[in-house]
Every structure is written in C-alpha cells, then in structure tokens.
C-alpha cells in the first residue's frame, strides 16, 4: 500500500510569516517529488519539484527532502493571502511512468 | 506553448447516461493519466496511458474505460452513470518520469 500524508490543517498563518508543510510517504521505491497548489475550484498547479535530497529553492519557495525519513516539506516565505489555497503533495515511482500519488492536501490560510 | 486541454469544462447529465471527456496533452508528452476529485475522497487515480496502452489502473469499477490514440489525445468514458460519479475529472500529462501538469479539469454532475 503506497500512502502519502499530510499534516493535517488547515493552517492559518499570519501575511509575511513562514508556512511550513509537511508530507510523508511509506514506500522507499519513491522517486520524484512534487508540490501542487490548489485553488478552490480549480485544478491542481505545479508549483514545485524535488528529486535529490536537500532544499531546492524557487522564489518564496523551498522544497526539502529527506529520502531516508521519507519526508518532503514545502515552506513558503513571506507568505501572502494570495498563497491561501490546498497544497497537495504527490510522489511518483520509478515504476509506474505518470502515476501520482497524493495526500489528502493541506489547506493553508494566509490572513492579512 | 500550450497546456493541458480538457473538453468539456462541464456536463450535466442524467443517471444511466453515459459520458466521453477528452484530454489533449502538452505537445511531446506520451504520458497522460487520469484522476477522480471529489470532496470526500481527494484525488482518486483511474488510470494511465503511454504509448497508447493503458499502463496503470486504478480501484475504479469497469465502468470506467479510457484509450489513448496515436497523437497520445485520451479520452475517458463512464457508462451507466450514477450520482457518486458526480466529481472534477481531472487529466495530467508528462514525459516518462517527468514533472506532470494538469488540464483545467471537466466538471460533470449526475442528476
């Protein structure tokens, strides 16, 4: 059974903060890591993507992970109200091509 | 360059009808998967094509068919319809073991 949590939210945070989000996963096989935004009535947007261990960083935005504690986290700096949307971590498998696997989402709330 | 492009962005139809959505994908992209959102249940995989063969499945009845032609466009198509098919059908497209984008997504409710 290949599972990917998330922590559970939502989370609120407050304009300029940093929000952290977290995402794990059970099986070792996983290869490729990604971060999608959501807004409400939307489709899911690729905001960022992690293959090697350690942080990678665009913008406000910084993914890390740690394949021996099968860990992935998104933290976004200076948050903004506009970031106020379900962020959904996904993780694909050598394996199987295209297929992802996503946790349940985590919903983030900036506040002015 | 163009996106994801899903047709219809929206449907109504009627319980025992059945529906065709289609997915045209990013130009060069040969992988195109498919995904079920609703608010209970996330994101549910349905299935994925490459190369025109379905290469995953997900736990989804045989209601739910799709195929991929030779310009990797897919299409999707749920028989029978039932109200819990109401859903975002959502389609993604990527390379092999690439990041994978999304389409706009169709949204079809059952009445």
Redesign the interface.
């Known amino acids: 059974q290949k599972e990917v949590e998330q922590n559970s939210g939502p989370l609120s945070v407050p304009e300029g903060a940093i929000a952290s989000l977290n995402c794990t996963y059970s099986d070792r096989g996983s290869q490729s890591f990604f971060w999608y935004r959501q807004y409400s009535g939307k489709s899911p947007e690729l905001i960022m993507f992690i293959y090697s261990n350690g942080d990678k960083e665009d913008g406000r935005f910084t993914a890390q992970l740690n394949k021996a504690s099968q860990y992935v986290s998104l933290l976004i700096r200076d948050s903004q109200p506009s970031d106020s949307a379900t962020y959904l971590c996904a993780v694909k498998m050598s394996s199987t091509l295209g297929r992802l696997y996503f946790g349940r989402g985590t919903q983030l709330t900036v506040w002015p | 360059k163009a996106g994801v492009t899903q047709t219809p962005r929206y449907l109504i139809k009627t319980r025992g009808q059945q529906v065709t959505l289609s997915c045209s994908p990013i130009s060069g992209h040969r992988?195109?998967?498919w995904?079920q959102q609703t608010p209970g249940q996330?994101?549910q995989?349905l299935f994925?094509y490459?190369s025109e063969t379905q290469?995953?499945k997900g736990n989804f009845p045989g209601r739910f068919s799709g195929r991929q032609f030779s310009n990797s466009r897919s299409e999707m198509n749920v028989s029978t319809l039932e109200l819990g098919d109401s859903a975002?059908y959502?389609c993604?497209?990527?390379r092999?073991?690439?990041?994978?984008?999304?389409?706009?997504?169709t949204r079809l409710t059952v009445v």
């Open positions: 992988s195109v998967s995904y996330g994101l995989f994925e490459f290469r995953n975002l959502l993604a497209s990527s092999a073991n690439t990041e994978a984008f999304f389409g706009q997504g």
